[in-house]
């Protein structure tokens, strides 16, 4: 049986992944509209140690980032991915994650973070599907 | 009793391009997405897909009166 792995609620109270949450957001240029797109990437967890680890995924578009190939990282496995929805609501964007990104997340076997300008949303399950081992990418 | 839908003066093809003049100023790229479109009794339900996978993308729906050509309701999701 393999370790679990930490849940979503773990995962956003951990001080590497809300780090990388903000480092996000503000290479989101929310503010600016001629150079707002989306950013994000993947999150780690080591079994041995227990660290959780992130990577950042290239920039994306005005609404779209490519989650596709989260990078191998020696000993860890993939554990959430997180992007941003820096589209602001005044002018009429939907800041909550889409359904087609909650089905992309239950599909993926990981919660998938959606930082907005309200908050932080999760979908998905609650924590990676069958532990820490196996795949060490999207276990689904 | 079933609901009785009124029969639309606004073709597909016509709401269809009333979506597309709404949403490209704001999303300025419509190229990557697959199109929806069902006559319903609100009126012609527009919906942008994507259609990569492990891929965060957003797109617009739109709900279009089927009479009258107005935008009934539209979510820009992201």
């Known amino acids: 049986m393999n370790p679990e ?27 600016d ?10 999150i780690y967890c080591d079994p041995t140690t227990g660290e959780v680890l992130v990577r950042r995924t290239l920039p994306g578009e005005l609404r779209v980032l490519d989650l596709t190939h989260p990078p ?4 860890c496995f993939l554990v959430g991915t997180y992007h941003t929805h820096p589209n602001p609501i005044a002018i009429g964007w939907d800041p909550e994650p889409i359904p087609a990104d909650r ?30 081992g196996g795949s060490a990418g999207y276990p689904l | 009793m079933s609901a009785v839908m009124t029969i639309p003066t606004i073709s597909r093809q ?16 419509l190229d990557d997405l697959t199109l929806e479109v069902s006559l319903h009794n609100d009126g012609w339900h527009v919906e942008y897909q994507m259609r990569k996978p492990r891929h965060a993308g ?15 309701s539209k979510k820009y999701y992201q």
């Open chain 1, 103 to 132: 089905r992309e997340a239950q599909e993926s076997g990981v919660p998938w973070f959606v930082v907005s300008e309200i908050g932080v949303f999760v979908v998905g399950p609650d924590r990676r599907v069958g532990g820490l």
């Open chain 2, 58 to 72: 957003g797109r617009p729906h739109y709900v279009i009166d089927a009479v009258t050509g107005e935008i009934v």
């Open chain 2, 14 to 29: 016509q709401a269809i391009a009333i979506a597309e003049a709404d949403a490209l100023p704001v999303y300025r790229n």
């Open chain 1, 5 to 31: 792995a930490p849940t979503a609620t773990e995962l956003q109270q951990h001080p590497t992944v809300q780090a990388a949450f903000a480092a996000a957001w503000a290479d989101s240029f929310p503010d």
């Open chain 1, 33 to 42: 509209p001629a150079l707002r797109h989306e950013e994000g990437g993947y």
């Open chain 1, 72 to 75: 191998k990282l020696p000993g």
